[in-house]
T-cell receptor, first 116, second 113 residues
Framework: GENVEQHPSTLSVQEGDSAVIKCTYS??????FPWYKQELGKRPQLIID?????GEKKDQRIAVTLNKTAKHFSLHITETQPEDSAVYFC???????????????FGQGTILTVHP | DGGITQSPKYLFRKEGQNVTLSCEQN?????MYWYRQDPGQGLRLIYY???????QKGDIAEGYSVSREKKESFPLTVTSAQKNPTAFYLC????????????FGPGTRLTVT
């Protein structure tokens, strides 16, 4: 089955700096890669996603890049703010087709702390 | 935030007791999922269901059971066979054709002593 590795496990930055979180996956059939943000005690919320036919996607201060050949994808947050502090999870999926039923395999999570 | 609800938010049980966690959604989603979250391990899939009266085991189904008698509801029972039941349990749902876009409930924190 799919295996997703996420690094680093913790990341501490100063407000205004950039933050980068990296994930690798093992299943070459995976074609959908979402990122979730989870604040303390809250539910994970989808913040951005990318499909395998796209190399990069941006949404304001966040961006995700995908390298299919190397089987890795990354989350980039620019101009970080204290409210960006949360746990971030990457995930991989084969999509909705076949027997995958939209199953997601998650990375272990990164605790991001943005210091004012 | 609405659409998927889980109750209760906190649940305490004695070891050896079965306990059922509730998950309800009014999004008309076909697919529903249960995840377990432990510190440093991300989210792990317990069970999932694509349609009423059908469900499949996820990666860590041992010690758990589910039912899907209604489209809106997907309760999870943590049985006494689950060796380490204390965890944060998250329910999610999604809808075809974008079943991979899952939306989560607020979670239930189960503590077994």
């Amino acid at each position: 089955g799919e295996n997703v590795e996420q690094h680093p496990s913790t990341l501490s930055v100063q407000e205004g700096d950039s933050a980068v979180i990296k994930c690798t996956y093992s299943d070459s059939a995976s074609n959908y890669f979402p990122w979730y943000k989870q604040e303390l005690g809250k539910r994970p919320q989808l913040i951005i996603d990318i499909r395998s036919n796209v190399g990069e996607k941006k949404d304001q201060r966040i961006a995700v890049t995908l390298n299919k050949t190397a089987k890795h994808f990354s989350l980039h947050i620019t101009e970080t703010q204290p409210e960006d502090s949360a746990v971030y999870f990457c995930a991989a999926s084969r999509g909705a087709g076949g027997t995958s039923y939209g199953k997601l395999t998650f990375g272990q999570g990164t605790i991001l702390t943005v210091h004012p | 935030d609405g659409g998927i609800t889980q109750s209760p938010k906190y649940l305490f049980r004695k070891e050896g007791q079965n306990v059922t966690l509730s998950c309800e959604q009014n999004l008309n989603h076909d697919a529903m999922y249960w995840y377990r979250q432990d510190p440093g391990q991300g989210l792990r899939l317990i069970y999932y269901s694509q349609i009423v009266n059908d469900f499949q085991k996820g990666d860590i189904a041992e010690g758990y059971s589910v039912s899907r008698e209604k489209k809106e509801s997907f309760p999870l029972t943590v049985t006494s066979a689950q060796k380490n039941p204390t965890a944060f349990y998250l329910c999610a749902s999604s809808s075809a054709p974008r079943q991979y876009e899952q939306y989560f409930g607020p979670g239930t924190r189960l503590t077994v002593t």
